[in-house]
């Protein structure tokens, strides 16, 4: 489906018929990804040592977007094609671990000495834009693809080597606590054809730290916080700098709440968390760059287990308070609230498997997403819409083998819903479909 940027504070009208397809028919995409690893574990007496490798290839090897750009309020925009070179994204990461484990009585202690590295290389180009007509959102004028002739593409890489030291004690019926810090060497190149190269570096300490206290028999509080650096998405493809990916970003969460284990069957937990880190968005110009900060504030909670033999339970509930701050807020320019941010999620499943059916399930699954922001000045709130699934699986054999075969109606009520991304794009969910899987083991 495309992605559709309005030109005023509204939603584009209603797209009734979200199985035809508007677009050019040559506007496809092709990608490929594979992912291989090996994982290692050796134990002498108290000592443990782990280690493992991994190596993740995605390509693309064709790339069209496809955007309706100044949408108005009657539905009608420019569709805009966006064309990108092939692109190829590669990283080798690794781990080696050696850890030691003392019992004293009541008392566990796990002492954990690790190394880990990574090489991660991208290879990207820069799009051509390719606007068609402009018309109403629902209709097809198809033209032939039109030659394109690319920009240099731009190589960049990132190389980062952490070693850390944790702890992890726990003391039956008393509590647990866990510790850990870890230096990092960050280093990201940007190699830009014809443009002078950039090179970003960061030694950050990181910390976390999480401690749970029993309070009674299957009821325990914790509380913990966590110093952190995480990889930033890159642009979109709406920005000037598409596909550029900002230095790597350091966060900080500090969280805490109480677990409870209702009888044998069920287990509930409630907290409270605090999220914050740098916020990225497009600014006036369309350029992706950071924003001020962002803050996720909020409270969260989960219960799951065996209602009776025969049913049983997940269900969990967050409720955000999200909030930007910064010199661009400060000024109104940017609303206080980031864009495409739920404000509340709650999920419920239930899945009952009958006695007399053994190896058959029916589920019901609830999920509703709470309303949120599609506009940057905060002018255009998209509401919640909740969607609800049926499905049901049955455990058969097939040549030889235990197979799975599920089939599930998503979608159940053809729920229509606006979503909008980061960078003010709405896009519709689907409606009503239905998916049916197998699923096996194979003994080699």
């Given amino acids: 489906m495309p992605t559709y940027f309005v030109s005023g504070s509204f939603v584009p009208p209603r797209v009734r018929d979200r199985r035809r397809y508007t677009g050019q028919s040559w506007a496809t995409n092709a990608s490929q990804g594979t992912n291989a690893g090996i994982i290692a574990r050796t134990r002498r007496g108290e000592w443990t040592l782990a280690t493992g490798l991994f190596r993740s290839i995605f390509a693309i090897g064709r790339d069209r977007s496809t955007l309706w750009l100044d949408v108005d309020a009657d539905g009608i925009g420019t569709e805009t094609v966006y064309a990108a070179p092939r692109s190829r994204y590669a990283s080798t990461s690794g781990e080696i671990r050696l850890s030691r484990t003392l019992i004293d009585g009541a008392r566990t202690h796990r002492f954990h000495a690790s190394v880990r590295a990574r090489d991660q290389a991208r290879l990207y180009g820069e799009a051509v834009a390719i606007e068609t007509s402009r018309r109403a959102i629902t209709s097809r004028a198809p033209i032939a693809e039109p030659t394109l002739a690319f920009a240099p593409r731009t190589p960049d890489d990132v190389r980062q080597v952490t070693a850390g030291l944790a702890y992890e004690g726990r003391w039956k019926g008393r509590g647990s606590l866990n510790l850990g810090i870890q230096k990092t060497d960050y280093r990201k190149h940007v190699r830009p054809p014809q443009r002078a190269s950039i090179l970003a570096r960061d030694r950050p300490w990181l910390f976390n730290l999480m401690a749970s206290v029993d309070l009674a028999s299957g009821l325990s509080a914790y509380a913990g916080m966590t110093r952190g650096l995480e990889e ?10 598409r596909n ?52 996720h504030r909020g409270i969260e909670g989960s219960l799951s287990g065996d209602l009776t033999p025969f049913a049983s339970l997940v269900a969990g509930a967050v409720l955000l308070d999200p909030r930007v701050t910064g010199a661009l807020v400060s ?16 999920v419920l499943a239930l899945d009952v498997h009958p006695a007399r059916q053994p190896g058959t399930s029916f589920d019901l699954q609830f999920i509703r997403h709470g309303g949120m922001f599609a506009d940057q000045m905060n002018r255009v709130r998209l509401p919640s819409r909740p969607t609800v699934a049926l ?38 969910n689907a409606g009503r479909y239905l998916t049916v899987s197998l699923a096996t083991d194979l003994g080699v």
């Fill in 331 to 346: 000024d109104g320019i940017i609303g206080s609230r980031p864009v495409g941010t739920s404000r509340s999620k709650v």
């Fill in 244 to 295: 550029a990916a900002p230095p790597a970003l350091r966060t900080r969460q500090i969280d805490g709440g109480v677990r409870a284990a209702f009888g044998k069957g069920l287990n509930g937990t409630i907290g409270l968390f605090d999220v914050r880190k740098p916020y990225f968005n497009l600014d006036g110009a369309d350029v992706y760059r950071r924003l001020g900060a962002v803050r």
């Fill in 232 to 241: 930033s998405q890159v642009a979109p493809d709406i920005a000037v700098n």
């Fill in 391 to 428: 499905g049901a699986r049955h455990r058969l054999r097939m040549a030889g083998h235990d197979v799975i075969a599920r089939a599930q109606v998503n979608n159940l009520f053809d729920v229509y819903r606006w979503r909008a991304d980061a960078s003010e794009g709405l896009t519709y």
